[in-house]
């Protein structure tokens, strides 16, 4: 927004308002920000805080990122216009679950079992499960479920995939596993473990690969959305966009750990490399 010409306390306000990872509490902080009479309302980091927003008020425009399938979730009426007050960043997964899957596999010659890790109070993971599981399945891949509200259970579940030998573990793009990313990278390494994972950090931290879009550049396309509804633009008239920029980041040192020799096709396509 800075870059945009938006100076917090200067020509803008700027009132921050976070659920720490703790779904619940979205709805009372989203009626925080209505009660506040403010402008615009951003809601990130996926479904949840969409919803939440988009049930606390009907005039207050807001823009969204990245959101699964908007549409299939009710948040708007169709993607190339809206129809309500609410737009932004569109976030298809299916593909991408394959996409990743394939490179875990390309990555590990001998992966068989791979266990999943999901919130299942994020109702746009949830609803991509038989995706996942089809998509392992031609795979030739066996995919344990493992839900997570918790820290705690976030440990329980690494205990639970030692337990039955799993190859790698895999992780969801959700609020609660980004919240804990420094303690999932130490479990990682600890049980030895190649992952997939769902951003950059876990793999700058310590974890072998991640796959997916560019955050830094989703931010910045919202950014632009909050700035055209400013100077006028109607969230029922903007359509919404798709993640156009997908990154794949490699941990060298996190494969030498773990004995393994990463491809030269799959390193020639990274668009980083950690050494």
């Known amino acids: 927004m800075r870059r945009l010409g938006y100076v917090n306390g200067k020509n803008a306000f700027f009132e921050v308002r976070s659920a720490d990872g703790a779904a619940e509490r979205l709805p009372r902080l989203a009626g925080e920000l209505v009660d506040l009479k403010v402008g615009i309302i951003v809601a990130r980091q996926g479904l949840p805080a969409a919803r939440a927003a988009i049930l606390a008020t009907k005039t207050i425009p807001i823009v969204f990122f990245p959101v ?3 549409v299939a979730f009710g948040l708007v009426d169709s993607l190339s216009r809206p129809g309500g007050n609410a737009t932004g ?4 997964a299916p593909e991408l679950s394959r996409k990743q899957l394939e490179l875990l596999k390309e990555t590990v010659a001998s992966l068989s079992r791979v266990t999943y890790l999901r919130n299942p109070d994020n109702p746009a993971d949830v609803h991509l499960s038989r995706d996942r599981k ?3 399945g031609t795979l030739g891949l066996t995919l344990d479920e493992i839900d997570v509200h918790s ?3 976030i440990e329980n579940a690494f205990a639970t995939a030692a337990k039955v030998r799993t190859d790698a573990v895999y992780l969801s793009y959700d609020s609660e596993l980004l919240r804990h990313e420094k303690r999932i990278v130490e479990l990682i390494v ?3 473990l190649p992952a997939m994972t769902p951003a950059r950090t876990f793999v700058v931290d310590g974890a072998l690969l991640a796959y997916g879009p560019n955050f830094e550049v989703v931010q910045r396309r919202a950014a632009l959305y909050v700035d055209k509804i400013l100077k006028g633009a109607k969230p029922a008239e903007l359509p919404i966009e798709q ?3 997908f990154e794949l980041i490699v941990n060298l040192k996190a494969a030498k750990a773990l004995g393994l020799t990463i491809p030269q096709s799959l390193l020639l396509r990274a668009d980083e490399v950690i050494r």
């Open 68 to 70: 699964g399938d908007p």
């Open 134 to 136: 089809d998509a392992a």
């Open 151 to 153: 820290l705690q259970e």
């Open 243 to 245: 993640p156009t920029k």
């Open 89 to 92: 960043i569109g976030f298809f």
């Open 190 to 192: 600890k049980h030895r």
